[in-house]
């Protein structure tokens, strides 16, 4: 069974950072790109950023460019998002994704975690 | 980026109806559309991938259709799970876009 359980979020003053992980389980994690998501309560879905199955060639939203950086480790089979210099308006629950074919950056996301919560207040 | 605008932005419905919910992207995007459900506090569901295919084990009254930049989401006989919110989401680039999305509430 595929199963993405995210952990980091919480509340953190502006400026601050904060790194957000997704253990994957279920699944050939080696093989799939990932991906980070966001949604603000009551509002829409907001794509953050995504990383290959060969961690070659990432991007980013530009909205985060420049303060966020996602990365992955296939030994523990983890997604990682560092969050730097964050913003206000970062405040969402914060989602990982798995794109559905294999070895492919982009698809429909077929499996989602839970999410987490990153509220950014003063 | 792609800007993706869905239509309606509500759309009040009664079990056994037919919806439709429309999505136009501002580029061309071929097929490379996909639909969400997500029903209020949980993750999105993938429902249909490359604008018309369906994911396994989702019901058959759900189709997709369209390429370039129409697409349309269709729900053939609304059943009472279908009521949630539902998202558009292009991936002809590497910086996937969603729809506003369409809530579906019961008439």
């Known amino acids: 069974e595929v199963q993405l359980v995210e952990s980091g979020g919480g509340w953190v003053q502006p400026g601050r950072s904060l790194r957000l992980s997704c253990a994957a389980s279920?699944?050939?994690?080696?093989?799939?790109?990932m991906h980070w998501l966001r949604q603000i309560p009551g509002k829409g879905l907001e794509w953050v950023a995504g990383?290959?199955?060969?961690?070659?060639?990432?991007n980013y939203a530009d909205s985060v460019k420049g303060r966020f950086t996602i990365s992955r480790d296939s030994a523990n089979k983890t997604l990682y998002l560092q969050m730097n210099n964050l913003k206000v308006e970062d405040t969402a629950f914060y989602y990982c994704?798995?794109?559905?074919?294999?070895?492919?950056?982009?698809?429909?996301?077929?499996?989602w975690g839970q999410g987490t919560m990153v509220t950014v207040s003063s | 980026d792609v800007q993706m605008t869905q239509s309606p932005s509500t759309l009040s419905a009664s079990v056994g109806d037919r919806v439709t919910i429309t999505c136009r992207a501002s580029h061309h995007i071929y097929s490379w559309l996909a639909w969400y459900q997500q029903r209020p506090g949980k993750a999105p569901k993938l429902l249909i991938y490359r604008a018309s295919s369906l994911m396994s084990g989702v019901p058959s009254r759900f189709s997709g259709s369209g390429s370039g930049t129409e697409f349309t989401l269709t729900i053939s006989s609304l059943q009472p799970d279908d009521f949630a919110t539902y998202y558009c989401?292009?991936?002809?680039?590497?910086?996937?876009?969603f729809g506003q999305g369409t809530k579906v509430e019961i008439k």
């Open positions: 990383i290959p199955w060969n961690s070659y060639s990432v």
């Open positions: 279920g699944f050939t994690f080696d093989n799939f790109g």
């Open positions: 994704a798995k794109v559905r074919a294999e070895l492919d950056l982009i698809d429909g996301f077929d499996f």
């Open positions: 989401q292009q991936y002809n680039t590497a910086s996937v876009t």
